[in-house]
């Protein structure tokens, strides 16, 4: 038996092919815009920036901010809401007690305000290395009779013709 093609089906199926193709050119053009481009490669940079802030954070200024606070462990600071009393956080969890690990949230304030303060150097030292931009020169003035821009070389004014010094 022999199946019938149904020209409905036909025209819609083709529709959906042109719709498909308009929206590849869409995305391609979104995808390769410059914005679009800056903003992927800010992002991996600032993946990899990351890691350098966080090393520079965990394997510098850590170990140099335990020399001063003696070695305070932010980790074992914690209650458990069964009531009970651990030695440790890990017993804790091991117990299967719920705690709340507030040892680890002010840690992870510190590392955060550290990185910030870090970031703010790092942007700050690469901004003194900029050379400032020097400004360009005016190209224009202002007519002393009706304050209008001209050329900074005009002798009378185009707005209201007054001859000028």
């Known amino acids: ?7 409905e089906k036909v025209l819609d199926l083709q529709n959906k092919k042109k719709e498909g193709r308009k929206m590849l050119k869409e995305f391609k053009k979104f995808a390769l815009k410059g914005n679009m481009i800056d ?3 800010g992002i991996i940079i600032g993946g990899a920036f990351n890691s350098i802030v966080n090393s520079l954070v965990n394997d510098i200024l850590m170990p140099l901010l335990g020399v001063f606070t003696k070695d305070i462990n932010f980790s074992n600071w914690f209650f458990a809401l069964d009531g009970n009393k651990y030695d440790t956080l890990k017993a804790a969890e091991e117990a299967g007690a719920a705690v709340v690990k507030y040892g680890l ?3 992870n304030i510190l590392n ?3 990185m910030a303060f870090v970031v703010f150097m790092l942007v700050r030292w690469i901004n ?8 360009a020169a ?3 003035k202002k007519c002393t009779y009706c304050y209008s821009d001209i ?11 007054a001859d000028l010094k």
Not at 1 to 7: D, L
Not at 128 to 135: A, F, G, N, Q, S
Not at 151 to 161: I, P, Q
Request: hydrophobic share 30%; charged share 25%.
């Open 128 to 135: 003194k290395l900029r050379k400032p931009d020097t400004p």
């Open 138 to 140: 005016p190209t224009t």
């Open 112 to 114: 955060f305000i550290i």
């Open 39 to 41: 903003l992927a490669v």
């Open 151 to 161: 050329h900074k070389d005009a002798t009378k004014c185009s707005h209201c013709t």
């Open 1 to 7: 038996m022999k199946q019938r093609i149904n020209p």
């Open 105 to 107: 949230f002010i840690s």
